[in-house]
Each structure stands twice: as structure tokens, then as C-alpha cells.
T-cell receptor, first 114, second 113 residues
Framework: GEDVEQSLFLSVREGDSSVINCTYT??????LYWYKQEPGAGLQLLTYIFSNMDMKQDQRLTVLLNKKDKHLSLRIADTQTGDSAIYFC??????????????FGTGTLLAVQP | EAQVTQNPRYLITVTGKKLTVTCSQN?????MSWYRQDPGLGLRQIYY???????DKGDVPEGYKVSRKEKRNFPLILESPSPNQTSLYFC????????????FGSGTRLTVV
């Protein structure tokens, strides 16, 4: 089945850019998402990209999709201490829309140093 | 405010004592799901529902039951909880458009002793 992998930890300084990476195995994935989880809270949808797109920008967030390498990344410009959280990559596999399935990565803990 | 509400937020129980975690959404969403989150494993889907009276197993359904008698509610039932069900549980819902993604509840931290 689908496997989604992320690195566990990333530390950056306030004001720098952060890049969080994700790889997946199912090349037929249709929608790919980034979620943010703050301590003690549920997951909040940050952004998504459809599989026929290469890039999507939304204010400080830039999502890049390399379908050939099955690689997804989330870039946060001008990272702030409030961006400290766990970031999850999630993909909808082929047919996943009908089954309501979303496959999550293990999450990347982003620590922003003042 | 559009939201998914789970109760309780925290629960400590003993092995074998039946419990229910409630989930309610006020967005008229068709799809609802339960996930568990464990360290190093990310989120894994337990059960999902496509609409009223339409439920099916996710990746880790053993030891759990669900029901969807009304569109807004999707309770998770543990008939005989065991320590390996100690976890952080999330309910989520979405409408028919996949691009909108899921709205998640705040989570229920369950400890089974």
C-alpha cells in the first residue's frame, strides 16, 4: 500500500526559510496536503496541491510537487516562532476519494529558534 | 463556528470497560473518519463513513466499532478496551470536494490501564 515518509525534525532560526520534505510511493495520488498540528490541538489544513500541478503559492507557503521523484515539499518563508509545530504530509491514493482514505506521513517537528 | 467537536478530551479507563468517544460536526459534511495517532506512526485510519448508515473499515479497525445514525454524529465505541488502544484519537469530517481537505477535532487522549 501507499507509504508516506518525512524526516522527523527540523530546526531553523526565526526569519529564515524552512523546507519540509515528504516522499510517497503511489504515483497515482491525486490530492496532496499539508497539515499543521500545534501542541494539544487537532490538525489544521494549511494547503493542498492537485497532482497535475507543479507548484502552488499561498502567502508565505510554497508547495512544490515533483511527480517523477514522488517528492512533495513545503517551504515556509520568513519563519516565525508561531510556526513551531508538527507538519504532516498526507496523500489521497488512487480511489481514495471514494473510500475517504487519507494516508499520513509520520510528521516533521519544526522548531523555530528566536 | 464550523467545527468538529469530540468528547471527552482526556479519558483514563480500565481494561475491558466499554467506552464511547463522541464526535459531532456542524458543517453538514458527508464524510467522517476516525484516526489514531501514535508516536512514529503518524495518523492511521480506524473507520470511515461516507454518509448516514454507510460505514467501512479503515486500516486499523480491530477492537473498534462505529455508527452513523445521523449525519452530524459519528461515535467511536471500544467494547472492551485494551492497553494497546492507548492513543490520541481524532475525528475528522469533510464535504464532497476533496480539495477542501478534512476538518479535525481537537483530539481525545485515551489511556487504558
Amino acid at each position: 500500500g501507499e507509504d508516506v515518509e518525512q524526516s522527523l525534525f527540523l530546526s531553523v532560526r526565526e526569519g529564515d526559510s524552512s523546507v519540509i520534505n515528504c516522499t510517497y510511493t503511489d504515483s497515482s495520488s491525486t490530492y496532496l496536503y499539508w497539515y499543521k498540528q500545534e501542541p494539544g490541538a487537532g490538525l489544521q489544513l494549511l494547503t493542498y496541491i492537485f497532482s497535475n500541478m507543479d507548484m502552488k503559492q499561498d502567502q508565505r507557503l510554497t508547495v512544490l510537487l515533483n511527480k517523477k521523484d514522488k517528492h512533495l515539499s513545503l517551504r515556509i518563508a520568513d519563519t516565525q516562532t508561531g510556526d513551531s509545530a508538527i507538519y504532516f504530509c498526507a496523500v489521497t491514493p488512487m480511489g481514495g476519494g471514494a473510500t475517504n482514505k487519507l494516508i499520513f506521513g509520520t510528521g516533521t517537528l519544526l522548531a523555530v529558534q528566536p | 463556528e464550523a467545527q468538529v467537536t469530540q468528547n471527552p478530551r482526556y479519558l483514563i479507563t480500565v481494561t475491558g470497560k466499554k467506552l464511547t468517544v463522541t464526535c459531532s460536526q456542524n458543517m453538514n459534511h458527508e464524510y467522517m473518519s476516525w484516526y489514531r495517532q501514535d508516536p512514529g506512526l503518524g495518523l492511521r485510519q480506524i473507520y470511515y463513513s461516507m454518509n448516514v448508515e454507510a460505514t467501512d473499515k479503515g486500516d486499523v479497525p480491530e477492537g473498534y466499532k462505529v455508527s452513523r445514525k445521523e449525519k452530524r454524529n459519528f461515535p467511536l465505541i471500544l467494547e472492551s478496551p485494551s492497553p494497546n488502544q492507548t492513543s490520541l484519537y481524532f475525528c475528522a469530517s469533510r464535504g464532497k470536494g476533496q480539495a477542501l481537505g478534512y476538518t479535525f477535532g481537537s483530539g481525545t487522549r485515551l489511556t487504558v490501564v
